[in-house]
């Protein structure tokens, strides 16, 4: 069946420096979606992609839907404590409506 | 808007108990989606409705397992009868042409 997949699995980082997940698709996607769980907390939604080459910027967040609309990226600028947590991609399943979620990158950072 | 709601938050219960999960999606979202999250499988759909019409239960994982929507602002997941490998993190989701989900805070299962 149609998998997302995500890379790293776990991502440890010192505060300051950068942090990148990706996301790949085994179809193309419609969309693309970003959510974040916090420690202990739920997924919370953070942004959707639509269009082919899309970048969109949440303040140290940067969003990337790749041109062929297969594959996804979120980077985070100068980490902080903040942003310690779990971030899931999803995208919806061809032919019905819901969504299939990666199994998200796990960051954690040394302060 | 107080987000969407379950209940309890908190569930521990003994193998072969019933057990009932309890959401209230956000007022005016039409789609509602049941999860369980575990370390080892992550996020799984178990079933979600629209229009309170079940529309995919594919996810369920045995018979055991039973969801209903009697109304727009209401649904329950049932268990019969509970097994320790149930033990997992039930969400509860909603959400409006399916654009950007809302989750509950969850019910945290442990079966003894």
């Known amino acids: 069946g149609q998998q997302v997949m995500q890379i790293p699995q776990y991502q440890h980082v010192q505060e300051g420096e950068d942090f990148t997940t990706y996301c790949n698709s085994s179809?193309?996607?419609?969309?693309i979606q970003w959510y974040k769980q916090r420690p202990g907390g739920h997924p919370v939604f953070l942004i959707q992609l639509v269009k082919s080459g899309e970048v969109k910027k949440q303040k140290r967040l940067t969003f990337q839907f790749g041109e062929a609309k297969k594959n996804s990226s979120l980077h985070i600028t100068a980490t902080q404590t903040t942003d310690v947590g779990t971030y899931f991609c999803a995208g919806p399943v061809q032919g019905a409506q819901k969504l299939v979620f990666g199994q998200g990158t796990r960051l954690t950072i040394n302060p | 808007d107080a987000g969407v709601i379950q209940s309890p938050r908190h569930e521990v219960t003994e193998m072969g108990q019933e057990v009932t999960l309890r959401c209230k999606p956000i007022?005016?979202?039409?789609?509602l989606f049941w999860y369980r999250q575990t370390m080892m499988r992550g996020l799984e759909l178990l079933i979600y409705?629209?229009?309170?019409?079940?529309?995919?239960d594919s996810g369920m994982p045995e018979d055991r397992f039973s969801a209903k929507m009697p109304n727009a602002s209401f649904s329950t997941l049932k268990i019969q009868p509970s097994e320790p490998r149930d033990s997992a993190v039930y969400f509860c989701?909603?959400?409006?042409?399916?654009?950007?989900?809302?989750f509950g805070s969850g019910t945290r299962l442990t079966v003894v």
């Open positions: 007022s005016g979202h039409n789609s």
């Open positions: 179809t193309t996607l419609s969309n």
């Open positions: 409705f629209n229009n309170n019409v079940p529309i995919d």
């Open positions: 989701a909603s959400t409006v042409s399916y654009y950007g989900y809302t």
